[in-house]
């Protein structure tokens, strides 16, 4: 069985509308100046064009989405690698399968020590949890999508003489083409968490560092701009990988 | 055309592990001729079918297809029907009718006039050839699994219940489809099925096997006159007769 994909789009009509309420209700709260930790939404607005303007915004995101970039493409290449050896050799799978497990499950953020050991805390280090975070939902859903090709499409590309190439080519590859672009879907989601972990927990840089700054000086205005910019970031690159899925995965 | 060959299946056995799946298989498949396999489920007729086709190892015997004993997959004798019609869903009406050329090497230019010939054959020419699988109905998507199993343009036709997961309508409208092309081509058929009225209505001879571990239990001729789809052959009372035959056979084995 393929995993079931997601065709929706990340945002349609109605996550627009919910949006457009949610911030109506948050600017309403705000101007009741309840606490400081509520600003209203316009107060929020104006401290992210305050932030843009200034360039400080830029230059932050400009840092994380770097060290995104990073560590994304390698964890995206090697993982899809792995991923597909692991499917098709049962060797490969039974060697590796309860390393990816656990670190599945495991909480990465646990990693942080030795991640500061190995790459000490300059902005390779962020690269590197990006990479820790991305990588194995891509190994997984990769491994997934190649053992999910159907039994019938093999026998029958074998019955008509198909070579081990062809058959890796031209059947489990393509088979397993939307459990990947899934994988590498929930993968960048994953890697832009791993971002701010590593920059707000190791590194202080990019718009983690940003984070603490504001949260530590109790600008929270500019605290909200930074985590909505986060958000921005997130919705950006899920959706960019999502114009890829729907450009190869035509046939769904 | 490629002349038809016939089938030698001689003393066959294969097991999976500790299953006893064939013991002793002896089939002689005469060229052209449309043979049935037909018994309850357990009693190997696919695993005998594939093992035609050499995706499965036999542990015992041999399989001949024209002069060629059947070592592994890739022979250019047979080409394989499956149930599920084995399409590939990423590729087009098209692609799917070449892809068994494709993986001959066949050139493209070929390629694409044999796959429009033998989507012509099935009554899929034209419009279709752009769609997805997806698109069609299961009546169709085999239409498209027997393009493909044609184009290459082999001298057997091996076929895995073929119209099991299609309507009764359209079933029919295959069978009679199939009949006419079988007259056509001069292929042979050896046909895996669990319908005795698909059984008798096609064939020349079907081949009950029984089951745990599966054996041939007994030998069928139908000698209906032909061609069946013009005469009307369903509603005749040797039609009817032979059916009750196989239902005494297959009844009795339970």
Redesign the interface.
């Known amino acids: 069985m393929t995993p079931a994909t997601v065709q929706e789009p990340a945002f349609g009509r109605g996550g627009f509308a919910a949006i457009a309420g949610l911030l109506v209700v948050w600017e309403l709260l705000g101007q009741m100046h309840l606490t400081i930790f509520v600003p209203p939404a316009s107060a929020v607005a104006q401290a992210w064009w305050g932030l843009v303007t200034d360039g400080t915004l830029f230059r932050a995101a400009g840092s994380s989405l770097l060290s995104l970039l990073k560590g994304f493409v390698p964890a995206a290449v090697l993982g899809v690698a792995l991923g597909l050896a692991m499917g098709r050799f049962r060797s490969v799978r039974y060697l590796l399968d309860g390393w990816i497990n656990a670190f599945m499950s495991a909480p990465l953020s646990a990693l942080v020590p030795v991640l500061i050991a190995l790459f000490g805390i300059r902005d390779t280090v962020v690269a590197a949890t990006v990479f820790l975070f991305s990588f194995f939902v891509i190994v997984v859903n990769t491994t997934t999508g190649v053992r999910g090709t159907?039994r019938?499409?093999v026998?029958?590309?074998?019955?008509?003489?198909?070579s081990e190439a062809?058959l890796f080519g031209?059947?489990y590859l393509?088979s397993a083409?939307p459990a990947v672009m899934l994988g590498l879907r929930l993968g960048v989601v994953q890697a832009v968490k791993g971002m701010v972990v590593g920059e707000m927990l190791i590194s202080l840089v990019g718009m983690g560092e940003r984070l603490i700054y504001y949260g530590n000086t109790f600008l929270i205005p500019e605290l909200y701009a930074v985590i909505v910019s986060v958000l921005l970031v997130a919705i950006l690159s899920s959706t960019m990988v999502q114009a890829c899925e729907h450009l190869f995965?035509?046939?769904? | 055309m490629a002349e038809p060959v016939g089938i030698a299946i001689e003393g066959v056995s294969k097991s999976f592990g500790t299953l006893q799946a064939l013991v002793g298989i002896d089939i002689g498949v005469k060229a052209g001729e449309f043979l049935s396999l037909i018994g309850p489920s357990g009693c190997g007729k696919t695993t005998l079918l594939?093992s035609i086709?050499?995706?499965n190892p036999i542990d015992a015997g041999r399989i001949v297809i024209g002069g060629r004993t059947v070592s592994g997959?890739?022979?250019?004798e047979?080409?394989?029907v499956?149930?599920?019609f084995?399409l590939?869903?990423?590729?087009t009406v098209r692609e799917n009718a070449e892809?068994?050329l494709?993986?001959?090497g066949v050139p493209p230019s070929e390629r694409a006039e044999a796959a429009r010939k033998a989507l012509h054959k099935v009554g899929l020419a034209g419009s279709f050839e752009q769609a997805?699988p997806?698109q069609l109905s299961g009546g169709m998507q085999q239409r498209v699994g027997l393009a493909r199993a044609l184009a290459?343009n082999p001298q057997v036709l091996l076929m895995d219940e073929p119209f099991a997961s299609i309507d009764e309508q359209t079933r029919r409208i295959l069978q009679d489809d199939l009949l006419r092309m079988w007259q056509e081509e001069r292929k042979t058929v050896v046909l895996v099925t669990h319908s005795m009225e698909e059984a008798i209505y096609l064939s020349d001879r079907v081949v009950v096997l029984s089951p745990r571990p599966g054996r041939v239990h007994k030998v069928l001729d139908v000698p209906l006159p032909r061609p069946r789809q013009a005469l009307d052959v369903r509603a005749s009372g040797d039609f009817a007769r032979l059916v009750d035959e196989l239902w005494q056979i297959l009844k009795k084995m339970q």
Do not use: C, N, T
Not at chain 1, 155 to 162: C, H, I, L, P
Not at chain 2, 88 to 91: D, G, I, N, T
């Open positions: 159907e019938s499409l026998e029958m590309a074998r019955a008509f003489g198909a062809a031209r059947i393509p083409l995965v035509r046939w769904k | 594939k086709a050499g995706l997959p890739g022979g250019h047979a080409s394989l499956f149930q599920d084995a590939l869903p990423w590729a892809f068994g494709l993986l001959r997805y997806a290459v």
